[in-house]
């Protein structure tokens, strides 16, 4: 039976690397799978919205925010037009390549998987020398959301999430800054019966490529993997 995975993409001024990214993902063909393409742009005001616009072939709907909300923002508009079975986030940068899409729903086509997170420390094929504190930040939090949560990720803080989507409505979503992901990584971890982790590559940016998260967001990923496990 085939199953339907709704790809969300956020975007907000990625005129660079947009149609690129578009582009690997309308390349995927896994078998046994459907996409659809979901992307938001999160009141861009660069040519994103132009380049999104030309070129429709690249998504199954484009969902344009009035202003920009922020990333969270982008995804709840996101998840509320899917239809997928599953829910599957992509950046709209070059970090993440589409080409794993194949590794990521191995555990769903072989395994019947709730969740699966894509992993930039178990063996992948390379990854980009990125910052120190960036990995030392990230060691930290999954250390934290592992030890409340009795799991064993490596990498909680990885682009690459994929959900069955009845284990989350979208209108439980609190948060809309980056600590959105842990609320949805904990909602969904706790609701899941088959959860998986699969290694995948990386290709980081630096700042001056335009890289967002900085070291002041581990401080709201801390409380929202504390606040969603604890107080729920």
Known sequence: MVKKVSVIVPVYNEEKTILAVLGKVKEQNVRGIDFEIIVVDDGSTDRTAKLLEANPGLYTRLIRQQRNGGKGAAVKAGLSAATGDYILFQDADLEYNPADYVKILRPVIEFDADLVLGSRFVAPEYTRVFYFWNKVGNHFITLLFNIL???????????????RRDLLDSSELA????????????????????????????????YAEGKKIRARHVLTVIWAIVRFRLLR
Do not use: M
């Open 149 to 163: 949560n009795n799991t064993t990720f490596t990498d909680i803080y990885s682009c690459y999430l994929l959900y």
């Open 175 to 206: 948060t809309t800054g980056w600590e959105q992901h842990a609320e949805i990584l904990s909602k969904v971890a706790r609701r899941a019966a088959r959860l998986y982790e699969v290694p995948i590559n990386y290709f980081g940016r630096t």
